[in-house]
Every structure is written in structure tokens, then in C-alpha cells.
């Protein structure tokens, strides 16, 4: 069997990797982390004998000034807020695929930007950048809705497996407690006497004296009367 050349080995990585359910959540949108998609792809690249080199070819960093927190005066109609400072960076990377084997390459450029806190941008960029070049290289699905994503509907059917199993427990739980109220009304409802059911009453748990005090009141009084 001959050789795969190093695109039919990037091919049978993304034969491999149909989609990738989105993994976390942040600024109000759900994505795919980085380390999900490296936990995919790496070991393919193991598999298949490849790297993937990256360079970073330009970085621009531009102050971004903001406020957080605003409100509005009513009287002035001005909006105050605490004053923010972070960096926007921009980069414009170089991403080649190397084969180990035949040495043969394939040279990718892709740009990002990202923007954190002052000493953050550059890696917020960069992280970024590595992660969307894997994810549209390799045409890799996040989408919630897509049905080719087998990631996606092993989560969704966990998910809701694990949604009918709580939603069993507290069934139970429920009919178990009703039961056990019961029980405790008939035994309640077996005295006798007040004596009997006042000792039958201190047998109780605090909560359950809480519980049935009103009822163990009104049966007093009907022993009483008798």
C-alpha cells in the first residue's frame, strides 16, 4: 500500500472529525473551547505523522477605552460608568502543515483578533486564531442544529436521559415522603388517648413536630371531649 500524500492524510483527518458540540459559554454566546478541538485533532496529527507550524506574520495593538457599569443621570442625561482600558490585537498568522514523512507542506495565512486586558490581547488573538484556522481548515460543524453532528446528539440524548432520571428521583422522593406522612397521620390517629398521643407526638422528628402540630392539636381536642 502506498504512501498517503500529506493532503490525503489532512482529508482523513476531516473525515474523521464531522462536528464538535459547543463546550462552554461566555458574553452571552455559546463556542467550541480550543482545548475540545486540539483533544480531536492532535491525535490525528499523531496518527498521520503531521505538524502544524505557526508564525505569527504582523501584530497590531490598538488602546480600546470604554466604560463599564453605565448609568444615566436623570437630570443631566449624562451616563457615568467605570473607566476600562484593554487592548485590542490584531495578528496575521502563517499556519503550514508539515508531512514528518515526505517533508511536503501546505502554507496557510489567517488573521484574528482578540481583546483583553493589557498583557492578554496578543494571547487572546492567538488562541483564537488557532482555534477558528483548525475549525474552518477541517470544515469541522459547531452549529447546535446540525444533524451531522454526532457530538451533538450523543450530548443532547445524555442530556435529556439525565433530565428523565432526575425528574424520576424526584417522583419518587415525592411519593416516598407522601407515604411516609401517611403513615405517620394513622399512627397519630391510632391514640387512644392523650397521653398515648402526646408520647406518640414527642417519638417525632422536629420538622415532622412542625409538620403535624396543628393536627396533633386538633386530635387532642377530640380526645379530650371524648
Not at 21 to 42: E, F, H, P, R
Not at 90 to 118: H, L, P, Y
Not at 130 to 159: G, S, V
Not at 186 to 207: F, I, M
Request: with cysteine; charged share 35%; hydrophobic share 30%.
Amino acid at each position: 500500500m502506498s504512501e498517503l500524500t500529506l493532503f490525503q492524510k489532512l482529508l482523513e483527518i476531516q473525515k474523521e472529525v464531522k462536528g464538535l458540540g459547543k463546550d462552554k459559554q461566555g458574553n452571552g454566546y455559546q463556542y467550541v473551547t480550543g482545548s475540545k478541538v486540539l483533544d480531536k485533532i492532535k491525535p490525528l496529527m499523531i496518527k498521520h505523522e503531521i505538524l502544524l507550524k505557526q508564525e505569527i506574520i504582523s501584530i497590531e495593538n490598538i488602546r480600546q477605552d470604554y466604560r463599564t457599569s453605565l448609568s444615566q443621570n436623570q437630570e443631566t442625561k449624562e451616563w457615568t460608568g467605570k473607566p476600562k482600558s484593554e487592548i485590542l490585537s490584531k495578528v496575521m498568522m502563517r499556519f503550514t502543515w508539515i508531512d514528518c514523512k515526505s517533508g511536503d507542506t501546505d502554507v496557510n495565512e489567517f488573521g484574528a483578533n482578540g481583546q483583553n486586558d493589557w498583557d492578554k490581547g496578543v494571547g487572546s488573538a492567538l488562541t483564537y486564531a488557532e482555534r477558528y484556522f483548525l475549525l474552518k481548515y477541517f470544515h469541522i460543524n459547531t452549529d447546535e442544529d446540525d444533524i451531522d453532528n454526532p457530538e451533538r446528539k450523543a450530548e443532547e440524548l445524555a442530556e435529556q436521559e439525565a433530565e428523565l432520571k432526575k425528574q424520576a428521583e424526584i417522583k419518587e422522593a415525592n411519593e416516598k415522603e407522601q407515604a411516609r406522612r401517611i403513615e405517620i397521620q394513622l399512627d397519630l390517629d391510632s391514640a387512644g388517648t392523650v397521653e398515648e398521643l402526646g408520647t406518640k407526638y414527642t417519638a417525632l422528628s422536629s420538622p415532622d413536630k412542625v409538620m403535624f402540630k396543628k393536627y396533633v392539636t386538633t386530635l387532642k381536642e377530640k380526645l379530650t371531649k371524648k
